[in-house]
């Protein structure tokens, strides 16, 4: 179970921001739950010290005249729970250059937008990135690609959300993860299916999907873990959205 916690010192946009967590908790289908909702950073630090945990954090930067500002909370917050995850929901997109100089270390940012099912998209992906991963006798299946001469990367398969061609690239297709990375190499769809196994899926001609990462299927576009969305062929979608609603009801009998 990954526990959330969730400020921000409005009333009205920490009652909409709760909403789209438990969206996004139902939608990416992680094991997660909102451990407190409060609007007073002290308030926070009081119930992570009688309740010590490591947490997902979804902050607000500014917290009003009468509070802690988000770079001192958070620096309390680390004393408390060293492991904690801090995402920034602001409005204020320019003091992420502040926040990185203090050199205290955030998880990630999430712009305050109208636009909920973005915002249902950037909550969803970081709760998949601080869900605990399920290890397999303490060693992850991983894939070894050659990038150069004497030079390799190695990708857990876990975290490959889809592998694509790259058009302007001859012969290149590049491998997307949970993180946002992406790998390119001088290699072929054919090969990489070899590679990754039956967990992977064609998905369309240029795109291989790991099914671990696909959410919902939406206007032929499949929308994954990791925000992004890839096309879906037309004889793929009645595959795709049966393992869609396979998952989801997976995910609500748990």
């Not at 950073?41 to 930067?61: A, H, M, V």
């Not at 006798?137 to 876990?158: A, Q």
């Not at 054919?190 to 590679?195: G, K, P, S, T, Y």
Request: proline letters at 3%.
């Amino acid at each position: 179970m990954l526990p959330v916690i969730v400020c921000d010192d409005d009333s009205f946009t920490l009652h909409t921001i709760s909403e789209l967590v438990k969206r996004s908790i139902e939608s990416c289908g992680q094991n997660a739950r909102i451990a407190c909702l409060t609007a007073s950073g002290r308030e926070l630090l009081g119930f992570i010290q009688k309740n010590p945990g490591t947490y997902l954090y979804f902050l607000d930067f500014d917290l009003g005249r009468q509070e802690l500002n988000g770079i001192d909370l958070v620096r309390q917050i680390y004393q408390t729970d060293p492991q904690g995850k801090i995402v920034f929901v602001t409005s204020h997109t320019d003091k992420g250059m502040e926040i990185l100089k203090s050199g205290i270390q955030a998880f990630g940012f999430i712009e305050k937008s109208l636009d909920h099912e973005k915002m249902v998209r950037e909550f969803s992906r970081y709760l998949t990135l601080a869900s605990p991963r399920k290890e397999e006798r303490g060693c992850r299946p991983s894939i070894e690609i050659p990038l150069g001469i004497d030079e390799t990367v190695r990708l857990p398969i876990d975290d490959i959300c889809y592998v694509d061609s790259v058009k302007t690239v001859a012969h290149s297709i590049c491998y997307h993860t949970l993180d946002g990375s992406a790998v390119t190499v001088r290699d072929t769809m054919d090969h990489a299916q070899e590679l990754l196994g039956d967990r992977f899926i064609r998905c369309h001609r240029s795109v291989l999907v790991n099914q671990s990462h696909v959410l919902s299927l939406e206007n032929g576009m499949l929308r994954l873990s990791n925000g992004e969305a890839v096309s879906c062929a037309f004889g793929k979608r009645k595959l795709m959205a049966g393992y869609c609603i396979r998952r989801k009801e997976f995910s609500d009998g748990c």
